[in-house]
């Protein structure tokens, strides 16, 4: 099965805030964003363990009210009621924003406050090189509520360190207001996973659009879960107008199924999906 074509008119390597450390390596952020159930959480793990096989150290972010990201990179899954999103924190959120969650109006709340213990006080580790912080999300109605969840998610995203040679990469809700916020964060890269659908495909050139607006231009796109040459041929023809860095197809794989919720065993394989995402991995990180 065709994979990992890369649109002629695709521009590659536009970056912003992209920082090296000592050593040169690419101190990347990345944010992974879509549709719901297109295949987000799956793809952020894997690309987190194939970067630890590089020997890098990644903390993976989860922005998604599922939380299954845990889980997907070997947390185990009956110590889930360890895992309390940020979101839900609210004397951590008290202590730097000045405000509970709920507490009405009338209070002067901290926009810029210092969260830079975040990752040692409430990172969970999953082995020595791999972290995880789980954000949570705030749900409202319209975009970007004025609520201190959302003043202290902004802020850690800001805030957050980020050690030598550490990759950030962060799987996100479905929407666009992750793109604000990972733009604050100085995220570099965007990873927009779709299906090979006219709806999911509709979501991700908006995405991508909203992603470049928002100040990430590196954009590439993931058109997951394809089970022939059809689905391809269409998804070609529905991206047409948008300009990607590069352009994926991922197959339908169902180890990727079988493997759930841990998604270690497929990394050790030969599949397809994961053989597709090596080669996904290798073009985001070709100019790093
Ligand atoms: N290439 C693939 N082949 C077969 N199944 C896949 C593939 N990619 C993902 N899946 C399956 O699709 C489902 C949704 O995947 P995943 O949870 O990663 O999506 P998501 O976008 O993070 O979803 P949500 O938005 O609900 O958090 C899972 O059951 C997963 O195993």
């Known amino acids: 099965m065709a994979v990992n074509y890369r649109l002629k008119s695709g521009k590659l390597s536009l970056r912003t805030g992209h920082e090296k450390d000592g050593d040169g390596l690419s101190k990347s952020r990345i944010v992974v964003a879509g549709k719901g159930g297109v295949g987000k959480t799956t793809l952020t793990s894997v690309l987190s363990m194939l970067y630890l096989k590089e020997g890098r150290r990644v903390l993976a972010v989860d922005e998604d009210p599922q939380q299954n990201l845990a889980y997907s990179l070997g947390y185990p899954v009956e110590k889930s009621s360890e895992l309390i999103p940020l979101s839900k924190n609210h004397d951590y959120i008290e202590e730097k924003i000045g405000a509970r969650p709920g507490s009405g109006w009338g209070h002067i709340m901290k926009l810029n406050p210092d969260v830079s213990d975040v990752v040692e006080r409430f990172g969970i580790r999953i082995t020595d090189n791999l972290g995880l912080l789980v954000m949570g999300s705030v749900v409202s109605a319209g975009n970007g509520c004025l609520c201190p969840e959302n003043a202290l998610l902004k802020s850690i995203l800001r805030h957050m360190r980020q050690r030598d040679d550490e990759v950030i990469i962060m799987d996100t809700q479905a929407g666009v207001e992750h793109f604000g916020r990972a733009m604050s964060g100085g995220f570099s890269k965007s990873v927009i ?24 231009s590196d954009v590439h796109l993931v058109v997951n879960k394809i089970r022939n040459e059809d689905d391809i041929e269409k998804s070609k023809r529905l991206i047409e107008s948008e300009s990607f860095s590069s352009v994926h197809f991922l197959p339908f794989d169902e180890d990727v199924l079988a493997s759930e919720p841990n998604t270690g065993s497929l990394v050790k394989g030969t599949g397809s999906y994961v053989s597709a995402v090596r080669d996904l991995f290798s073009v985001i990180n070709r100019d790093d």
């Open 193 to 216: 996973v779709s299906e090979p659908s006219y709806n999911s495909l509709s979501v991700a050139v908006h995405s991508s659009k909203l992603s470049r607006e928002l100040g990430i």
